[in-house]
């Protein structure tokens, strides 16, 4: 067996693994760290497909800053304790029932299916190589996707202030 | 490897994604389950991509098909960054008005 095949099923089940503890713990601080395992595997994923690029990206944007983000709003919130009130066991079953049923039809449509041929890789994934195509035929979406991100900050940004009558309140108080 | 293994591990993350958004109740696990679903989508796109090269370098050794199909993963993740963002400024909002994030108070729509 060569050495990307076991590597290829030890990041799968690492990834499943991790994606089912995601939402069978309790906690959401331990959700929010398995999610990092599964973005992990993820990435190693991406190098075991010649991705390196996307691998970095995928472990700077979201094992690192969207992660970040998400446990910074946990702890704001003061959510350690396990405060989900019991959901009725049917509402869980149906929904495990949906979503098997929803694999399984997918699984059976998509089962057969051919090989990745070999070959020798022109290196698609190299950061030179995606570096030259952004810029040169994708540099109009690049620029737009920064106005995007201006947009989605100021938006965060007007939606986390604190309203009016919030804030005289809290002001009348010290 | 064969694709399909990459398509049933796709289909493994995005179904159990879709599970989580339907039991669980927390807002901040569902947006969670959202972004592993769109994880699992990204991994099958970076998968077809390889094979697309892989086909293609068998006709021309020098073709760099597949390359699209990394920049649309990439753009794929900006704008979820985007959208996390967004999204966790809302659900700090609703915390902030309902002092919780459970979503079964969120009903006000149906009423």
Not at chain 1, 79 to 83: F, R, S
């Given at each position: 067996m060569p050495i990307t095949e076991i590597l290829f099923w030890a990041l799968s089940a690492a990834a499943i693994l991790a994606a089912l503890l995601v939402i069978f713990s309790k906690n959401p601080v331990h959700s929010v760290l398995w999610l990092i395992v599964v973005f992990f595997a993820i990435s190693g994923h991406y190098v075991l497909l010649n991705a390196q690029f996307l691998a970095i990206v995928n472990m700077i944007?979201?094992?690192?800053?969207i992660m970040v983000l998400f446990l910074f709003v946990i702890m704001l919130m003061n959510?350690?304790?396990?405060?989900e009130p019991n959901k009725s066991k049917w509402m869980k079953l149906a929904g495990i029932i949906s979503g098997g049923s929803l694999m399984l039809i997918l699984v059976a449509s998509l089962k057969n299916s051919t090989a990745i041929a070999g070959g020798q890789d022109?290196?698609?994934?190299?950061i030179q190589q995606l570096g030259r195509t952004l810029f040169s035929d994708y540099v109009v979406p690049f620029e737009i996707s920064s106005i995007l991100f201006l947009s989605a900050m100021v938006g965060a940004i007007i939606l986390g202030k604190k309203e009016k009558n919030m804030n005289e309140t809290n002001f009348s108080k010290f | 490897m064969p694709i399909n293994y990459y398509i049933f591990l796709s289909v493994c993350l995005f179904c159990i994604g879709i599970i989580g958004v339907l039991t669980r109740r927390n807002a901040i696990v569902i947006f969670m389950c959202i972004e592993l679903m769109l994880n699992a989508v990204n991994l099958l796109l970076v998968a077809f991509s390889r094979m697309h090269h892989a086909a293609a370098q068998a006709l021309d050794s020098s073709s760099l098909a597949g390359t699209e199909a990394q920049i649309f993963v990439f753009f794929i993740m900006v704008v979820a960054a985007a959208e996390v963002t967004v999204g966790l400024a809302i659900i700090v909002m609703l915390y902030r008005n309902i002092h919780s994030v459970d979503i079964n108070f969120l009903n006000r729509l149906k009423h």
């Open positions: 944007v979201y094992a690192g800053a959510m350690n304790a396990e405060q022109a290196g698609i994934g190299l | -």
